[in-house]
């Protein structure tokens, strides 16, 4: 069975600072790995994904990610972050192998920029 | 496109009624989804089709769920008969099977449904 774990219920920064959002996950064979956004109310929002390729993933609002197999890691970053940037952070899962389509969400980051 | 488009968005009905949640998939999306939100549990998948055949309902917690998809723009999740415990965010969601969307699940503004 494929699995995320988000270790960190909320995480804070500072406005300016950087951000980190982490992410580990389980899966058989080679992972499809994402990160979405949901803000208060609303849907969630596709940010960025790694299919195959260059370890760094840049997405939107200039948030990247970096796929660490080793680790079996994910971590969501940003070199600056912004008051608007607080929402709710989700990583999630899937494989060829699983039938790609079955996507496993981790249980979500809050992350709270502070002014 | 209008995206991924739900109804109601807010339904309050007592225990025992019928609730019926309704999606319209993104058009050329051949992959449905239906999640639901709790803070207890998360975001949890129930049910998914592709080319309107449901492929894994593992997720559905009981027979008072059921979903269909008559079609390639229209699906249904309807429980009956509703209880207190049922009371959650319901998102449909949809996906493209290629192109450079492939993986993404599109979202729907989510069902808020309160059972008294």
């Known amino acids: 069975a494929q699995s995320v774990a988000q270790p960190e219920d909320q995480v804070n920064v500072a406005e300016g600072n950087p951000l980190t959002v982490k992410c580990t996950y389980s899966v058989s064979g080679n992972p499809y790995l994402f990160w979405y956004v949901q803000y208060p109310n609303r849907g969630l929002q596709f940010l960025l994904k790694?299919?195959?390729?260059?370890?760094l993933v840049k997405g939107s609002y200039g948030f990247e990610a970096e796929f660490n197999k080793s680790q079996t890691s994910f971590h969501l970053k940003k070199p600056s972050a912004l008051v608007s940037d607080s929402a709710l952070y989700f990583c999630?899962?899937?494989?060829?192998?699983?039938?790609?389509?079955?996507?496993?969400f981790g249980t979500g980051t809050k992350l709270q920029v502070i002014p | 496109d209008a995206g991924v488009i739900q109804s109601p968005r807010h339904e309050v009905t007592e225990m025992g009624q019928e609730v019926t949640l309704r999606c319209k998939p993104i058009?050329?999306?051949?992959?449905l989804f239906w999640y639901r939100q709790t803070m207890m549990r998360g975001l949890e998948l129930l049910i998914y089709?592709?080319?309107?055949?449901?492929?894994?309902d593992s997720g559905m917690p009981e027979d008072r769920f059921s979903a269909k998809m008559p079609n390639a723009s229209f699906s249904t999740l309807k429980i009956q008969p509703s209880e207190p415990r049922d009371s959650a965010v319901y998102f449909c969601a949809s996906s493209s099977p290629s192109g450079r969307a492939f993986g993404e699940l599109f979202f729907g503004e989510g069902s808020r449904l309160t059972v008294l």
């Open positions: 058009s050329g999306h051949n992959s």
């Open positions: 089709f592709n080319n309107n055949v449901p492929i894994d």
């Open positions: 999630a899962v899937s494989s060829a192998s699983g039938g790609y389509q079955k996507v496993t």
């Open positions: 790694y299919i195959t390729g260059d370890n």
